[in-house]
C-alpha cells in the first residue's frame, strides 16, 4: 500500500515536472490586439428620391456629371414601412417622416405622426441610440431642421404625436382654429416624458446640432427655468453661432440651436419664386383643346441671402465628428440630416431642395474623409421616403399636336448652369403643401457596407445592420 502510494506520488511529481517543462518551452502568447472602435454614420436625406436626385446632379454637375453620391460603392433600395394605428394595422403606403425615423431608429413599423411608440399601443420603442448609449459608445444628432422636428426626435424621444415639440404643445395643438392633435398621455405630471425638447434636454445624446432654438425657452414642466436651462444643468455646453460651434469643448455634451426652427437652406428661386401655375385663356377655359395656355417663364437659382453666417451642415458634421471621437476607445453613432430637401419640396421650390442636396452631399465629403482615418466606420446614406417633385420634359412631347398639351400641377422651369433647361412638376394636391410619395428610396454605402447590405431591404432592416456593425 505505501509503495503503491509512493508510486503515485512519483507519478504525479513526475507529470507535473513535465507540464511546467513543455511550458516554459512554448513560446509566450501574443498579445491581444486592442479592440478598434466602430462607427455608424447614417445620413438622412429627407424626401431624397430618385427625382430630387436627379434634379440636384443636373443642376450641381450637368446632365453628364456625377455627384459623389454616385461613387459609393454600394447602392441599395429600401421599400418604405408604415402602418395604420392599430396593433393589427393593415398597411399604409405613403409614410411621413415621423414613422419613416422611428423604423430606421428601432426597426419597429408604427403609424404616421408617432416618434419611436408603437402604433395601437402606444408603447416606447428603443432606439438605436439609446442602445449604444447603454453600451457605452457615444451618439450624435445632426439636422438642418429643428432638433424637435420629426425625424432628429426618432432617434432620442418618444411621443405620441409629431407636432408635441415644446412644453407649450402638450395638451392642445392649433392651427387657424384647426385642432391638429394632443400628447397629454406624455406630459410628466401624469408619468409620461415631456415634451421632445423636454426630452432632448434630459436626454444621454452626446451631441445635437441644429435649429428650433424656439422650443427650449417655454419653462419646462413643473420647472421654474426653461427648458434650455433644462439642458444645461444637464450638462449640455450650449452654443447658437457658427464662432461658438468651432470653439466649443469636447469634454462636455455639446447642444447646437442655430435657428428658430429650420436652417435657412442655401438656395432661393429667382426673387424667390417657386413653382406656378400655368395660365390658361379664357378659351381654354372653356374647352382643354382649344385657346392657350401660358407657362411660368423660366427662373434662375441665386443664394439664399438668410443663409450667410449660418453653420453648413459639413460644419456641424465636422464639429460633431471631432467631438464624437476625441478620445474614443468604443466607438459611436451619428445621425445626419439634410432636411430641407423634403421641406422645400412640400413648398414647391426645386432650387432649395438643390441646395440642401448640395448640402447632403458636402456633408458625405466629410464623413469619407472621416472613415479613410477611422476603418471601421460604416456610413449609409438614404431618404426616409420619397416626395412630389417630378422632372417633366421642358417642351412637351405631344407639342406638335395643334392643342393645347401643359401640366395640371405647378410648375417651375429652371435656367441650368448648362445653358439648357429643367421642368420641375408639383401635383400631389390642390392644397397649400405638397404631400410625400411612395416609391421605393436609395441607399448608398462605403465600402464597410459590401456585404452585409443587400440590394433591397426593408426600411426595417437599416436599425438591424446598425445594430450588428456596432456589436450592440
Avoid at 392651427?175 to 401624469?190: M, N, P, Q, S, T
Avoid at 415631456?194 to 426630452?199: C, H, L, T, V
Avoid at 455639446?254 to 429650420?262: D, S, V
Wanted: hydrophobic share 40%; net charge negative; charged share 20%.
Amino acid at each position: 500500500m505505501h509503495y503503491r502510494n509512493a508510486l503515485l506520488a512519483s507519478l504525479l511529481l513526475s507529470a507535473t515536472a513535465t507540464l511546467a517543462q513543455n511550458t516554459a518551452l512554448q513560446p509566450e502568447a501574443e498579445t491581444a490586439e486592442p479592440v478598434q472602435p466602430r462607427q455608424v454614420i447614417l445620413i438622412i436625406g429627407d424626401g431624397m428620391d430618385e427625382q430630387q436626385i436627379t434634379i440636384a446632379r443636373n443642376y450641381l454637375h450637368g446632365a453628364a456629371g456625377q455627384l459623389l453620391l454616385d461613387h459609393m460603392p454600394l447602392r441599395s433600395a429600401v421599400q418604405i414601412q408604415t402602418s395604420e394605428d392599430r396593433v393589427d394595422g393593415k398597411p399604409v403606403y405613403v409614410a411621413d417622416s415621423a414613422n419613416t425615423a422611428t423604423t430606421m431608429a428601432t426597426g419597429a413599423i408604427t403609424s404616421i405622426g408617432r416618434i419611436s411608440t408603437s402604433a395601437g399601443t402606444d408603447q416606447d420603442l428603443t432606439t438605436i441610440a439609446e442602445l449604444a448609449t447603454a453600451a457605452g459608445l457615444r451618439t450624435g444628432i445632426v439636422t438642418t431642421a429643428s432638433v424637435t422636428d420629426a425625424t432628429p426626435a426618432a432617434f432620442a424621444a418618444h411621443i405620441s404625436l409629431r407636432l408635441c415639440e415644446d412644453s407649450a404643445t402638450m395638451e392642445e395643438i392649433r392651427y387657424r382654429d384647426i385642432f391638429l392633435g394632443e400628447c397629454r398621455a406624455d406630459l410628466k405630471a401624469v408619468g409620461g416624458k415631456g415634451s421632445i425638447a423636454e426630452q432632448l434636454a434630459e436626454s444621454a445624446v452626446d451631441v445635437i446640432l441644429g435649429g428650433g432654438s424656439a422650443h427650449f425657452t417655454p419653462l419646462a414642466e413643473g420647472e421654474t427655468v426653461s427648458t434650455l436651462d433644462l439642458a444645461r444643468r444637464n450638462g449640455f455646453e450650449v452654443v447658437t453661432t457658427a464662432t461658438e460651434l468651432a470653439q466649443a469643448t469636447s469634454d462636455k455634451k455639446l447642444l447646437g440651436l442655430f435657428a428658430p426652427g429650420t436652417m435657412p437652406v442655401r438656395l432661393q428661386g429667382e426673387d424667390g419664386r417657386e413653382a406656378e401655375n400655368p395660365e390658361r385663356s379664357w378659351l381654354n377655359q372653356l374647352h382643354p383643346y382649344i385657346g392657350s395656355v401660358t407657362l411660368p417663364p423660366p427662373m434662375t437659382c441665386e443664394p439664399n441671402p438668410e443663409a450667410t453666417g449660418v453653420p453648413t451642415l459639413r460644419q456641424m458634421t465636422d464639429a460633431a465628428l471631432e467631438h464624437l471621437a476625441s478620445a474614443n476607445d468604443r466607438g459611436f453613432f451619428l445621425m445626419i440630416e439634410s432636411a430641407s430637401i423634403d421641406k422645400q419640396s412640400h413648398e414647391r421650390k426645386p432650387c432649395g431642395s438643390i441646395g440642401e442636396l448640395e448640402q447632403l452631399e458636402e456633408a458625405l465629403d466629410s464623413a469619407l474623409a472621416f472613415a479613410q482615418t477611422h476603418p471601421h466606420t460604416l456610413i449609409m446614406v438614404t431618404a426616409d421616403h420619397s416626395q412630389a417633385a417630378q422632372l417633366v420634359p421642358y417642351e412637351s412631347l405631344f407639342a406638335a399636336f395643334p392643342i393645347p398639351v401643359y401640366t395640371p400641377g405647378k410648375l417651375a422651369r429652371i435656367v441650368t448652369p448648362e445653358g439648357s433647361h429643367m421642368a420641375i412638376n408639383y401635383a400631389t394636391n390642390n392644397f397649400i403643401m405638397e404631400e410625400h410619395t411612395g416609391a421605393a428610396v436609395p441607399l448608398f454605402s462605403n465600402s464597410e457596407g459590401v456585404g452585409r447590405i443587400p440590394p433591397f431591404i426593408q426600411q426595417s432592416q437599416i436599425f438591424a445592420i446598425t445594430r450588428e456593425y456596432l456589436g450592440i
